[in-house]
């Protein structure tokens, strides 16, 4: 089975300064690779995916991500962080069936002024 | 509706009593998904449905757990004889069609919180 691993599960950065949030996969075959935002008491929202093509994938609220096979990483960057980035953030990788998401246990981004 | 709904947002249940929650994908979506978020975890797979064939069920974890899509739109997840470990956020998701390599974004619900005590 695919899985990912996100490193540091508490991230704080100032408002302004980079946002780097990573991730790291495991598959044996060609993975489907997303980021997902989670704000307190709501659902998942969908940041960006990578699928194929083009290895650098952009989304939205400036966020964007890398694939680099070499590397087995997808990790999330920002170049100037708000304080409405607050949040969770989770990693996802497409299942072997090609149906459900597995998620790595999270990044919770602070942003402090 | 606009988003996934899902019903109720929190649940509160003794243990050993029976809980059903429910979830109102977007309309016309064809695939419906189930997962568990324990507190301070990732979400984790518990079932699939393609319209109201259940396609896939491996991360169910017990046989107390059962879900269905009779019509191929609304779901419930239903489990029975709730136990502590049941705790947690329950997240619905659509998307808009099915099929292996999953490209197609899912569309989650707010999720409902059961608490068994």
């Known amino acids: 089975a695919q899985s990912v691993t996100q490193l540091g599960s508490h991230v704080s950065v100032s408002e302004g300064a980079l946002v780097l949030l990573r991730c790291n996969y495991s598959s044996s075959v060609p993975p489907y690779l997303f980021w997902y935002v989670q704000y307190p008491n709501q659902g998942l929202q969908l940041l960006l995916k990578y699928t194929t093509g083009a290895t650098l994938v952009k989304g939205i609220n400036g966020f964007e991500a890398e694939f680099k096979k070499s590397e087995t990483s997808f990790h999330l960057t920002k170049p100037s962080a708000h304080m409405s980035d607050a949040a969770e953030y989770f990693c996802?990788?497409?299942?072997?069936?090609?149906?459900?998401?597995?998620f790595g246990k999270g990044t919770s981004l602070l942003v402090t002024p | 509706g606009a988003g996934v709904s899902q019903s109720p947002r929190y649940k509160v249940a003794k243990r050993g009593q029976d809980v059903a929650l429910r979830c109102d994908p977007i309309?016309?979506?064809?695939?419906l998904f189930w997962y568990q978020q324990a507190l301070g975890q990732g979400p984790e797979f518990l079932t699939y449905f393609q319209n109201e064939a259940q396609l896939d069920k491996s991360g169910l974890p017990s046989d107390r757990f059962f879900a269905e899509r009779p019509e191929g739109s609304v779901s419930t997840l239903k489990i029975q004889r709730t136990q502590q470990e049941d705790s947690a956020v329950y997240l619905c998701a659509s998307s808009l069609s099915g099929g292996r390599g999953l490209s197609n974004e899912q569309f989650f619900g707010p999720g409902t919180r059961l608490t068994v005590l």
């Open positions: 996802a990788v497409s299942d072997n069936s090609g149906y459900a998401l597995n």
């Open positions: 309309s016309g979506h064809v695939s």
